[in-house]
């Protein structure tokens, strides 16, 4: 199974998300609590309370441990599609 299946899933559903602007997406100044330009996994988590770290981890795609502004929205529209689906 490749990786890069779900980020790619997750960027289609993202452009999705931008276009229409809804999908319930969180946005990232709400998510950076501390202002500092990238979220970590346990600000996260207050946004996003039924993230794994797994799926965190999936979406830090250069794997510095947060999520930027870059990476944000392939993690929301995963979220948003996973847990959030109506
Ligand atoms: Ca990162």
Redesign the pocket.
């Known amino acids: 199974m490749s990786l890069h299946r779900p980020v790619r899933l997750a960027l289609a559903l993202g452009i999705v998300a931008a276009s229409t602007g809804s999908a319930g997406a969180v946005a990232f100044g709400r998510a950076d609590a501390s202002r500092d330009g990238?979220v970590t996994f346990e600000e996260t988590r207050f946004v996003m309370p039924k993230l794994k770290e797994v799926s965190f981890n999936r979406?830090?795609?250069?794997?510095?441990?947060?999520?930027?502004r870059?990476?944000w929205p392939g993690l929301d529209a995963f979220y948003t599609f996973t847990y959030q689906r109506r």
Do not use: A, P, Q
């Open positions: 990238m979406f830090d795609t250069n794997k510095d441990g947060v999520i930027d870059g990476e």
